[in-house]
């Protein structure tokens, strides 16, 4: 089921400290799983639809997003 | 009035590969055309090579193939179901690919492609045929190339817009119905002609570890461009022929093997041995596959521990740097290293439809024309076999440059239909009060497709999944509540995989022999029989009825007479396990429950306190 809460676990690690905002990997995500959250900071709004494609990850011009892990069923 | 109104000449459903090559080849052709590109995703990432590719698999380059050998390696896979023009097509139009690309991504040849020390792109074998005819690349930017020429021409791309209903009138394509899955927002898009570019049936049987996006194919190919398809009237065919890929066991990534083969590596079961005389993705070694785990030699391992520290660096490098860049980390948390012999644990992928690796799709010509006048399909929903990504590039430029010249001379036709009404049953899963989660109901689909579609083949479990069919389309479907438009697509995708699996058991059903290996390998009809040799099995909707039809039709007459079997046998089976044990008769009358019956009824009496021993 998809989560709507940028509590629960999510297999991305965002760093808030150097996410800018910009919004591309919200923008360029080919599966609509990351939106912003109040503060800006993309979160995996719809979580179990992610294909671990890692374009968020390639697609961030300050490297603030990367893979922590694959999704915990195929880890 | 609640949607938006655009008139174009040409739209295109699903901006991937395929898609985004029609959508800059009609415009090119003409500059003027209104040419619309609809995608569940933006077009820059989205589709089979959204994170790039990292080889052409099947290209006919000077000095190392033609179109003929082509052909030849493509009669030799599909066993003689094959209408060879389009295959020649397929290779003579491959160089032109190789020179596109090139072109959209700025890059010089020996960059994007290797080129041998005679100036040719060099090419490697992978096919089995003695023929090289597999083309490597540093593809991780294609895509992105792609979506910049695109947006470039002025097309009107609708990202995050799929479309949910495709309209004829008269017989002939009239307009397509979408809607935004963020803002909600519907659009009637009023066209003469549609290019299909829709993928595979990527979301089709349930990946083994039960994660529902941990598909090998693009998870956002669910088979809305078989259904859309199928529902306008159009033919498809070899939905019988099942994509059962060998794939990373879990992570289910592409490309390993496809990339390691043709620098050396090879498949071997647990015994170290190698089970198989070719490591291409044909139907025959899928079946020595399927042998090795059912003798129990399984599980099954892509070998590299033999190839030089330069190899194996190299192919790190390509595996771990295109297409799914998470392989590297998924090796990692595992401990993997592929200097030892069983690191890469191999497994049977889900089965899916798909032209691009296999066979099934929507039935074109070698103009990617379908039955349905103004309907072309291209890429992984388009029944070229064997494809794979030059195809979607070679049917897709054609698409888009036919597709164009006929709107010239055909306007669409007014819309039969009343679009609030459809709308408005579109959106019905938002306004329910309750109901099922798609997930639910996509994981049922999905798992009962898994358990009794997966060959080889039963006919009463592929029986049981039409009553399964029709159960979940009639009960389930529409108790589906969302809460989203993000989610609201979902309920067309789950439509869609059940029109899918609906064609598959059907078509399997009505092919009564076994063909391509483990593919299409049917229990009750366990051999090739030659009465089938050239023939398709057709599926369509009838349009009189609305039902699904099924019919036998006779694949184009061969031009070129190449062998048009792959060298393996159909096993006997034996399993006789003994008569077992056999106790003394029981009556078939039991007089101690029908008193029980006649004298309490059909009400569970409630004994939980025997003798009111717990009375306070």
Redesign the interface.
Known sequence: MSIHNSKAYQWLDINKNTCISCGLCVDYCPRDVLHKDEDGIPFMKHRDDCWYCDVCAFICPKKAIKLKEVPYPIK | MTYHIIEADVVILGGGSAGTIAAIKAKTKDPNARVVVLD???I????AI??GMDALNIVAVPGYATPENVVEALTKVTEGILDQECAYVLGEKSLQVIKDLEDYTGREPGDLFPIDENGNYKANYLHPVDYPMYLAMDGEDIKRALAKRVRSLEVQVLD?TPAVRMFTTDGRISGILAFN??SGEFYYIKTPTVIITAGAVGKFGL?R???????YE???NTGEGFALAYHAGAHLINLECFQTNLLMK???GPACGYVVIPRGGYGVNALGERFWSHGYWSGDMFLAVWRELLEGRGPVYLKMDHLPEETITGLEKILWGTE???RG??HE?RGEDYRRWDSVEQGMEEITLCSGHSMSGIQVNKNAETNVPGLYAAGDCAAVPHQYLTGAFVFGSIAGERAVEYSKNNKAGDLPVDLEQIIEEIKLPLEQEGGL?P?EVEYKIRSKITQYLTPPKSDPSMTKLLWWVKRIREEDLPRIKVTSY??LIKVTEIRSIIDCAEMAAKASLYRTESRWGLGHYRLAYPKRDPDWSDKWVVIHKNSETGEMDTMKETVPEHKWNFVKELEYEYPTINLDIGKGYVHPPNSDRDPWIEEKVQREGFVVPTRLVPNGSCDK
Do not use: I, V
């Open positions: 569940k995703g933006p820059e990432t989205s589709g959204g994170r995050f899955m963020r990946p570890d039960g994660y529902l996006s941990g598909t693009f998870p956002g879990d992570f289910n799914r860049t998470a980390l998924f948390q989660s997930e993000h989610d």
